[in-house]
């Protein structure tokens, strides 16, 4: 089992920064993807960013070059750093991590959430 606990995330001003954090503990192995997704109210949740294990990034367009993705795999961590918000960014941020598990013979995917962190973004 896998635990993820979020933390940052608030209100801002339109144009502010933000920065979100998420620490996660239990059977985490070494081969893996962190990321983070949003949900917003009456909408699908979507990817905002991933990152792999060896540092490989992936970003939503809506926030390329707006939004940072890193982390430490030292102390299974993973941060968003969000500049230069839009009110459109208001939303729900959940942290995942996505990562292969043996059930009996069988090399299974499996994803893990955070409880979430609101994000709001006034005008």
């Known amino acids: 089992q896998v635990q993820l606990v979020e933390s940052g995330g608030g209100l801002v001003q339109a144009g502010g920064s933000l920065r979100l954090s998420c620490v996660g503990s239990?059977?985490?192995?070494?081969?893996?993807?962190m990321g983070w997704y949003r949900q917003a109210p009456g909408k699908q949740r979507e990817l905002v960013a991933t990152?792999?294990?060896?540092?490989?990034?992936n970003y939503a367009d809506s926030v390329k070059g707006r939004f940072i993705i890193s982390r430490d795999n030292a102390k299974n961590t993973v941060a968003l750093q969000m500049n230069s918000l839009k009110p459109d960014d208001t939303a729900d941020y959940y942290c995942?991590?996505?990562?292969?598990?043996?059930?009996?013979?069988?090399?299974?995917?499996?994803?893990?959430w955070g409880q979430g962190a609101q994000v709001t973004v006034s005008s």
């Open positions: 995942n991590l996505h990562q292969l598990e043996t059930r009996s013979v069988w090399q299974v995917p499996y994803d893990y």
């Open positions: 239990g059977s985490i192995f070494a081969i893996n993807v």
């Open positions: 990152i792999t294990n060896t540092g490989s990034a």
